[in-house]
């Protein structure tokens, strides 16, 4: 079965600084793999996806992701974080199972910007 | 619609009555999903509509809930009996028939309250 795992369910780093927000995935196939963003009082926003082409994704907002298949990770970095970027933010896995496709979603990290 | 639309965005209910949740998807969008969220836990994937089908209904937490599609278009989910821990927002979110991008669009939820 496939799963995700966020580490840290709170991140809290100062404006300019490296955003690091770590995903690993568990499938035994080649994963579709995203990053959502959720801001408050809102539904989740598509941030970036990787789909088995270019290993390095690059998304909206100046964020990126590095797919790397020998540590099963989908960690989601921006290198300089801004106010705006203070949100929730999901990792998530599409499984595939006859035809039928299910998203499965980390518990979440939720970013803190400090001034 | 432009986006993925859901009503109510707040609902207000006592323990013991039923309540539905409405989903209007994306425009061609033939694949729709339902999501539970809860303070600190993560999306909880509750069913999957492939048309007016239900191919993955395996995320339902007891027959107290239900879900129907009609018209390859607007989705409800339906709770009886609701219990306070039902209390979360329900995600809903639409995908396109080729699932080619894999993107998921999700509207705003419906904050469920029961007192």
């Known amino acids: 079965a496939q799963s995700v795992t966020q580490l840290g369910s709170h991140v809290s780093v100062s404006e300019g600084a490296l955003v690091l927000l770590r995903c690993n995935y568990s499938?035994?196939?080649?994963?579709?793999l995203f990053w959502y963003v959720q801001y408050p009082n809102q539904g989740l926003q598509l941030l970036l996806k990787?789909?088995?082409?270019?290993?390095l994704v690059k998304g909206i907002n100046g964020f990126e992701a590095e797919f790397k298949k020998s540590e099963t990770s989908f960690h989601l970095t921006k290198p300089s974080a801004h106010m705006s970027d203070a949100a929730e933010y999901f990792c998530?896995?599409?499984?595939?199972?006859?035809?039928?496709?299910?998203?499965?979603f980390g518990t979440g990290t939720r970013l803190k910007v400090l001034a | 619609g432009a986006g993925v639309s859901q009503s109510p965005s707040n609902k207000v209910t006592e323990k013991g009555k039923d309540v539905e949740l409405r989903c209007d998807p994306i425009?061609?969008?033939?694949?729709l999903y339902w999501y539970r969220q809860s303070l600190g836990q993560g999306l909880e994937f509750l069913i999957y509509?492939?048309?007016?089908?239900?191919?993955?209904k395996s995320g339902l937490p007891s027959d107290r809930f239900s879900a129907e599609r009609t018209g390859g278009s607007v989705s409800t989910l339906t709770i009886q009996r609701t219990q306070q821990e039902d209390s979360a927002v329900y995600l809903c979110?639409?995908?396109?028939?080729?699932?080619?991008?894999?993107?998921?669009?999700f509207g705003e939820g419906s904050r469920l309250t029961v007192l």
């Open positions: 425009s061609g969008h033939t694949a």
């Open positions: 998530a896995v599409r499984s595939s199972t006859s035809g039928t496709y299910k998203y499965i």
């Open positions: 509509f492939q048309g007016n089908s239900a191919p993955d």
């Open positions: 990787y789909t088995s082409a270019a290993t």
């Open positions: 499938s035994s196939v080649p994963p579709y």
């Open positions: 979110a639409s995908c396109s028939a080729g699932l080619n991008t894999g993107e998921l669009f």
